[in-house]
């Protein structure tokens, strides 16, 4: 396989951005456990899918003093998804957390102007991370 991939990428025609959160992708859940602690322990849980594709995320947040104090998530999803999340969840939660108003305002554009620009036919993959997010945040106010 790796005469047809290689294996840092560079056959890949995605921004280095794109690669490098795909290849270390932030506060993304990797086990089982640490799901069903979060489902316990989350302010907001989302859970969406992408209609162009049929792709689904789960994200789960906490919320203090109306910033996003941590962004957790798990997507059946592909590399422009896992990408976009990571890099969405980062920028949030970044010194102390951001308004959950001016997170809400993080589009798909932004997403890929952040991920130094997606292909067309890839923006829907990020408007599946605002789409997600915005469910954790709809859970989360009709949680208070
Ligand atoms: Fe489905 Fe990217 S192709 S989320």
Same mark, same amino acid.
């Given at each position: 396989?790796?005469?047809?991939?290689?294996?840092? =990428?560079?056959?890949?025609?995605?921004? *280095?951005?794109?690669?490098?959160?795909?290849?270390?992708?932030?506060?993304?859940?990797?086990?089982?456990?640490?799901?069903?602690?979060?489902?316990?322990?989350?302010? =907001?849980? =989302?859970?969406?899918?992408? +209609?162009?594709?049929?792709?689904?995320?789960?994200?789960?947040?906490?919320?203090?003093?109306?910033?996003?104090?941590?962004?957790?998530?798990?997507?059946? =999803?592909?590399?422009?998804?896992?990408?976009?999340?990571?890099?969405?969840?980062?920028?949030?939660?970044?010194?102390?957390?951001?308004?959950?108003?001016?997170?809400?305002?993080?589009?798909?554009?932004?997403?890929?102007?952040?991920?130094?620009? +997606?292909?067309?036919?890839?923006?829907?993959?990020?408007? +599946?991370?605002?789409?997600?997010?915005?469910?954790?945040?709809? *859970?989360?106010?009709?949680?208070?």
């Amino acid at each position: 396989m790796t005469d047809i991939i290689s294996n840092d =990428g560079k056959l890949w025609t995605y921004t *280095d951005k794109v690669k490098e959160h795909f290849f270390n992708p932030r506060n993304v859940i990797k086990t089982t456990e640490e799901e069903k602690r979060y489902d316990k322990e989350a302010d =907001g849980i =989302g859970v969406e899918n992408a +209609l162009p594709c049929g792709d689904m995320m789960k994200m789960w947040i906490k919320v203090s003093n109306s910033r996003i104090v941590d962004c957790k998530w798990r997507t059946f =999803g592909c590399a422009v998804a896992m990408a976009s999340t990571s890099i969405f969840s980062e920028k949030v939660i970044a010194n102390g957390g951001m308004k959950i108003d001016d997170a809400l305002c993080i589009t798909a554009m932004k997403i890929s102007k952040d991920l130094e620009e +997606l292909p067309t036919r890839k923006i829907h993959c990020a408007d +599946l991370v605002h789409k997600t997010f915005k469910a954790a945040v709809e *859970d989360y106010q009709n949680r208070k």
